[in-house]
Nanobody
Framework: QVQLGESGGGLAQAGGSQRLSCRAS????????MAWFRQAPGKEREFVAA????????LYTDSVKGRFTISRDNSKNTVYLQMNSLKPEDTAVYYC???????????????WGQGTQVTVSS
């Protein structure tokens, strides 16, 4: 089983930056796709970014492209989300997610963290 723990959330100003971290405990981190999702009040959960285990695929939703960067450090079993040029619309609970081992798609996330709140004020 994989357990995920997010950290780095908090209050930020519009235009500022924040870095989220997600540390995974369990087996085969380097063979799992990792992703970030978010859910704002009154809205459905949405995909934000993903990093493939093969290193060949990096995905972003259009609204964060050019502002957010997902990265991973397999030696630390950690995935990061660097968020720059933050907007109030980025306010949400951010969730880390991990796929099954060897997944070749970016929709099957079987493990989820508890989430960390990111609040961006104007």
């Amino acid at each position: 089983q994989v357990q995920l723990g997010e950290s780095g959330g908090g209050l930020a100003q519009a235009g500022g930056s924040q870095r989220l971290s997600c540390r995974a405990s369990g087996l085969a981190f380097s063979s799992r796709n990792m992703a970030w999702f978010r859910q704002a009040p009154g809205k459905e959960r949405e995909f934000v970014a993903a990093k493939g285990w093969t290193g060949d695929t990096t995905l972003y939703t259009d609204s964060v492209k050019g502002r957010f960067t997902i990265s991973r450090d397999n030696s630390k079993n950690t995935v990061y989300l660097q968020m720059n040029s933050l907007k109030p619309e980025d306010t949400a609970v951010y969730y880390c997610a991990a796929s099954s081992v060897g997944s070749m798609q970016f929709v099957d996330y079987d493990y989820w963290g508890q989430g960390t709140q990111v609040t961006v004020s104007s």
